[in-house]
């Protein structure tokens, strides 16, 4: 089993138990970089060629773990480790807090897609 499916796991087996360790309000308020990309209906990645994962709905803690990958070069995406290298620990535990409480289909300002 890969690192980051051990990861995975064990978040999902973590995420029923504690609420994220961030503050939902200061995670909305820092999303909108996230939604240039997450929050576009069928919006596709130029390289490698997928479809943005949606962040609403997602486990914090798996959000934490992959944001802390790409900072660390683990995971490897140019634009997601230039994102990532820029945030506090704290910043990623607030966008973790917001887009796990964010209803699937949402958009960062709480709206949802169409």
Same mark, same amino acid.
């Given at each position: ?45 130029? +390289? ?13 803690? +798996? ?6 990958? +790409? ?26 807090? +917001? ?16």
């Amino acid at each position: 089993m890969t690192k980051i499916a051990l990861l995975c796991a064990i978040a999902l087996s973590l995420s029923g138990v504690a609420q994220a360790a961030g503050d939902a309000a200061k995670g909305q308020a820092k999303s909108s970089t996230c939604a240039g990309c997450h929050e576009i209906p069928g919006w596709r990645n130029a +390289y490698p060629a997928y479809r943005e994962p949606k962040l609403a709905g997602q486990h914090a803690d +798996y959000i934490v773990s992959a944001l802390k990958a +790409y900072k660390s070069g683990e995971r490897q995406h140019p634009t997601m480790h230039a994102i990532a290298a820029s945030l506090s620990d704290q910043d990623m535990q607030d966008l973790a807090a +917001y887009f796990s409480r964010a209803p699937q289909g949402a958009n960062q300002t709480g709206g949802t897609q169409k």
